[in-house]
């Protein structure tokens, strides 16, 4: 008998586990059949390690017969065309959907924006728990999301999630970079700006005399476009808080500056201004001899429309486990 976490409840375990290596494949199990009983007592001693969880806590099941919903805990029918589930172990018959799996199973439920930035999310380089953003290693990545949904052709939500499983960019390291990633690099149809898509968190090797500057071998820039040599360095409210955060910050900017790359400072407060994420926009535009000029008021809104949601999305997270 097994219990398996599935959709918000997954999301919510998955980003609250600080384990670094979720990614190794010996970290991945799968279920046969999961069976919820009927009886509450089986699943009581895992609350401990579930405490963090929205109840009712989802659950997997195979069969219809084996649904149950009580105060505690909600089933739902998940057919896979082998009987088996993707999962990690927690503890025991105690599961959970991988990152990919919690990916897919969501795709029937959200639409495509809030798919896109979970997407972001089990991909980057961040977790959420009740005290905030925490760093962490990456969970999964968009190929191995586009794999799992090849491998299982039969589920449901599939239609979905692999539409927008190419439009996710991985390795974000916190929601809002999510959020500025997905808005300058989204088709300019759909209210982003249509730009080159940015390496999020990619490791640069820190080389010549900014080796003076930098105590580690790697420096891992926010929004990094490597061939016009330029970077976007997002700086949260949390940063301003902080003496030892704004000197880091700085001394990231000098180590890439000596490097030779141009650095943009991106704040909340400027993510809140459509007047200023236009500039910020303008200036990578620029560099990547793009054009991003505005054709009419129809394109002005649907940016405005668009900014707003990512932005709403990125400070809600909440939104994406509300919905069973």
Not at 233 to 240: F, G, I, T
């Given at each position: 008998?097994?219990?398996?976490?599935?959709?918000?409840?997954?999301?919510?375990?998955?980003?609250?586990?600080?384990?670094?290596?979720?990614?190794?494949?010996?970290?991945?199990?799968?279920?046969?059949?999961?069976?919820?009983?009927?009886?509450?007592?089986?699943?009581?001693?895992?609350?401990?390690?579930?405490?963090?969880?929205?109840?009712?806590?989802?659950?997997?099941?195979?069969?219809?017969?084996?649904?149950?919903?009580?105060?505690?805990?909600?089933?739902?029918?998940?057919?896979?065309?082998?009987?088996?589930?993707?999962?990690?172990?927690?503890?025991?018959?105690?599961?959970?959907?991988?990152?990919?799996?919690?990916?897919?199973?969501?795709?029937?439920?959200?639409?495509?924006?809030?798919?896109?930035?979970?997407?972001?999310?089990?991909?980057?380089?961040?977790?959420?728990?009740?005290?905030?953003?925490?760093?962490?290693?990456?969970?999964?990545?968009?190929?191995?999301?586009?794999?799992?949904?090849?491998?299982?052709?039969?589920?449901?939500?599939?239609?979905?999630?692999?539409?927008?499983?190419?439009?996710?960019?991985?390795?974000?390291?916190?929601?809002?970079?999510?959020?500025?990633?997905?808005?300058?690099?989204?088709?300019?149809?759909?209210?982003?700006?249509?730009?080159?898509?940015?390496?999020?968190?990619?490791?640069?090797?820190?080389?010549?005399?900014?080796?003076?500057?930098?105590?580690?071998?790697?420096?891992?820039?926010?929004?990094?476009?490597?061939?016009?040599?330029?970077?976007?360095?997002?700086?949260?409210?949390?940063?301003?808080t902080a003496s030892s955060r704004i000197?880091?910050d700085a001394r990231r900017r000098d180590?890439?500056?000596?490097?030779?790359?141009?650095?943009?400072?991106?704040?909340?407060?400027?993510?809140?201004?459509?007047?200023?994420?236009?500039?910020?926009?303008?200036?990578?535009?620029?560099?990547?001899?793009?054009?991003?000029?505005?054709?009419?008021?129809?394109?002005?809104?649907?940016?405005?429309?668009?900014?707003?949601?990512?932005?709403?999305?990125?400070?809600?997270?909440?939104?994406?486990?509300?919905?069973?």
């Open positions: 008998m097994s219990y398996l976490l599935g959709r918000g409840s997954a999301v919510e375990w998955l980003r609250q586990n600080r384990q670094t290596q979720l990614v190794d494949p010996n970290a991945r199990w799968t279920v046969p059949y999961p069976i919820l009983e009927a009886s509450r007592t089986r699943l009581k001693p895992y609350l401990p390690l579930l405490s963090g969880l929205t109840q009712p806590i989802q659950l997997i099941v195979w069969n219809r017969d084996d649904r149950r919903r009580t105060a505690l805990s909600q089933s739902h029918v998940l057919t896979t065309q082998d009987g088996h589930y993707p999962a990690i172990h927690i503890a025991d018959d105690l599961f959970s959907s991988t990152p990919e799996f919690t990916f897919l199973q969501m795709a029937s439920l959200l639409d495509e924006a809030h798919l896109i930035f979970l997407g972001m999310e089990l991909s980057g380089r961040y977790g959420l728990d009740a005290n905030g953003v925490f760093p962490r290693d990456q969970a999964c990545t968009p190929q191995m999301l586009t794999a799992l949904i090849d491998n299982m052709p039969r589920i449901r939500g599939r239609t979905p999630a692999r539409a927008a499983a190419p439009k996710v960019l991985d390795g974000a390291g916190s929601p809002m970079e999510a959020a500025l990633a997905l808005v300058l690099s989204t088709a300019r149809e759909l209210g982003g700006y249509g730009l080159e898509r940015p390496e999020l968190n990619h490791a640069l090797p820190v080389e010549g005399r900014a080796r003076k500057l930098w105590v580690d071998d790697f420096i891992t820039p926010d929004l990094l476009w490597e061939a016009i040599k330029l970077v976007i360095e997002y700086d949260s409210d949390l940063h301003h000197a880091n180590v890439l500056t000596e490097m030779g790359y141009r650095v943009i400072t991106v704040t909340t407060e400027h993510m809140r201004s459509f007047r200023e994420v236009e500039r910020i926009a303008d200036i990578v535009a620029d560099a990547l001899e793009a054009n991003i000029t505005l054709c009419d008021k129809e394109e002005h809104d649907a940016r405005v429309a668009y900014q707003t949601r990512m932005r709403h999305i990125a400070t809600h997270p909440e939104e994406l486990v509300a919905i069973w």
